[in-house]
């Protein structure tokens, strides 16, 4: 039963991680804190869509993902600053990876970026930036892992393309 208590305990506990995942995307204190505030607004007049297949920190995490996006979407119809937030993202959890690597996960997400659905969008987030795998990806977004499989094969055979000279 989600009363009102439940949820505030909910609050106490995942604040601080909802807002470091608001702050990572978006890059702005305030708006990171009303971004939480809107998170968990949502599970306050939506709790049955928290349909207990994933723990509550992994529900709360897709959430603040899918609202953060939505809103450097809304704000710069995925624009520079979207981008750059995105690759400041990549770098400060790149600390140990090959600069190639780095270069190639921007690459992808950028492609995404500029003409991918929400959805794929999110995936590319995930899996290229977040390092998730596909089966905690697929719980993210509601699509099975075979999907999320090909999507992320779609969207690298894009990427390849578009390095390449190509259309993609």
Known sequence: MWTPEVIADIYRQHRYAVYRRCRALLGED??????????????????????RRSKISTYLYAIATHRCLNRLRDRSARGARWRTRVAEHIERRAVDARPDDVVAAR??????LEGADATSGEIALYHF????????????????RI??????????????????GGTG
């Open 107 to 112: 690459q992808i997400v950028d492609l995404v």
């Open 30 to 51: 305030d708006d990171a804190q009303e971004m939480v505030h809107e998170v968990f607004l949502q599970l306050l007049e939506q709790p049955r869509r928290f349909q």
């Open 147 to 164: 999907t999320v499989n090909k999507r992320i094969g779609r969207l690298r055979r894009h990427a390849r393309a578009l390095a390449a």
């Open 129 to 144: 930036v977040d390092g998730l795998s596909q089966g905690d990806i697929a719980g993210l977004v509601g699509l099975s």
